[in-house]
Nanobody
Framework: QVQLVESGGGLVQAGGSLSLSCAASGRTFSSYTMGWFRQAPGKEREFVAAISWSGSSTYYGDSVKGRFTISRDNAKNTVYLQMNSLKPEDTAAYYC?????????????????????WGQGTQVTVSS
């Protein structure tokens, strides 16, 4: 099993930037596809970004393309989410997740049911 702990959330003004980190422990980190999801009050959990074990393949939700960048450092067992040009609608709790399924594509990585381990979440609030 993999334990995931997110950090880096906070309050930022619209147009600003924020960087989130997800530290993994337990099972081999590099064997997992890693994803970021977010959930605002009263909303369904939304796919944000995902990255393959090697880092060669990345995927993004339509609402964050061009603004967010996902990356990973397997030597540090950490996945990152760099968020730029933040908007009030980006306000949500952000969750890191690990997926053990070998095959990956936009359909697979964007579904919450495909992930087996989740972090506790970190709150991101963007003021207007």
């Amino acid at each position: 099993q993999v334990q995931l702990v997110e950090s880096g959330g906070g309050l930022v003004q619209a147009g600003g930037s924020l960087s989130l980190s997800c530290a993994a422990s337990g099972r081999t980190f590099s064997s997992y596809t890693m994803g970021w999801f977010r959930q605002a009050p009263g909303k369904e959990r939304e796919f944000v970004a995902a990255i393959s074990w090697s880092g060669s393949s990345t995927y993004y939700g339509d609402s964050v393309k061009g603004r967010f960048t996902i990356s990973r450092d397997n030597a540090k067992n950490t996945v990152y989410l760099q968020m730029n040009s933040l908007k009030p609608e980006d306000t949500a709790a952000y969750y890191c997740a690990a997926q053990y399924k070998r095959i990956h594509n936009i359909v697979v990585v964007s579904r919450t049911v495909e992930y087996n381990d989740w972090g506790q979440g970190t709150q991101v609030t963007v003021s207007s």
